[in-house]
């Protein structure tokens, strides 16, 4: 981008995130058209807001899906983002069922409308942007899905926001304007890009174990127990003198496709083969446990070891 | 695991299940899914550096004289969603004594 034109767009979305109502104020004393204003804020007022930490909740999905969206991240981190768009982050709302339990069991709900932030625990990690809206987006997320709305599911996902931002630290909240990473603190010549700072935990388990959990999540109505992998982890690899955290295994070299990637049977099976090596043994003989009567018998032994950083199977 | 004769008649078949197994908490039934499950009750799952071992004890026939064995380990997140992992096959030869 022309950086007269960045620092201009920069100008303009500071102005614009610091007064109090701002893009409706803008929107309505501006002799500016009004589709280039709403463009402006959808595209680059809402990204910004969420690291400026407002307050106020988002009303709808479209707001919510731009807030997150990790486009401009593309322009420069083109090769981080291509691994994570292959990655299960890129669509943690496809492929789990959410419609077939919204349609049966505890989860069910009789339309869309009824589903709430509150009540549709899955989006705790599979959406966990919704904490910023309201129940509003709760019930268009539920229409999308019972909808089967493949094209907005896919943009549903765990963006770069999510772990850069929300979930970059966990002591204290997430500071305006900042965003994690797990190297050193860094000021980008690029006046666009928000300042990075480091955050310890971005190396470390417990930042994956934010999700990848540890058991029921007894803060709903009614618990479910989805994730358990953090839990392994911490009460039965380490207790055996397991070292390694979760991105040494699953984050080489900060490879955002996070494998495995289930769709992709080869890759899983090489995988599982690498981390639970398989012995067999075998004995022809012929025991003779009651003298005089031998039994042909063949003993086949197996020994399966896990060197994997939690139990398998596992979720 | 199988074990079949060399005519190609199984004379031996065995599978092992490792999986941690929940409930909902209500009752003692093993309950499948995220949005049923909400307490791990019993737990087979392979565990990080405990080795899983087992022996099987294959009686042979007599008339037999070639014994093919199959041990598989597969990875099946979802009933019929069957990731291999790895096929050992072992052809023992019988003795007669």
Redesign the interface.
Known sequence: MNPKLANKRNNLLYSLSRSALPGIIFYRKSPWPRRLLAALWVFIFLPISICNGSDRKIETLNQLIQMYDPSSCKECHEEIYSQWESSHHARSIMGIFMDRYLKKGILSVKGPGEATAKNFPCFKCHFPQMEKATDKVAAEIAAVILKKDKVTMQKLNISCLVCHHDKGIIHGFPEKNVLYAPEGDEEYPEENHLRVKRSPIMKRSVMCGQCHGLGPNFEFEYPIQCATLYGSYLHAYIPSGGTRTCQDCHMKEANHTCPPNFNDKKDVSARLAKALPMEVRTLSYAPQLTPGSFVQTIIVETRIFSKAGHRIPDG | ?T?TSDQGKKIFETAKI???Q?TNSLDRSMVY????????IR?T??????????????????DIGK?N?E?T?T?Q?RPGDI????K?K?E????S?
Do not use: C, N, W
């Not at chain 2, 799952?45 to 007599?62: H, L, N, T």
């Not at chain 2, 990731?83 to 790895?86: A, S």
């Not at chain 2, 023992?92 to 003795?95: A, K, M």
């Open positions: 695991m074990a490792y999986m941690p929940s899914g995220p949005t049923e499950k909400v307490a791990i737990d799952s392979i565990q990080p550096f405990r080795p899983k071992e087992e022996s099987f004890a294959i009686k042979v026939p007599g014994v064995v041990v380990l990875y997140p990731y291999p992992i790895h050992v072992r023992i030869l019988i003795e004594y």
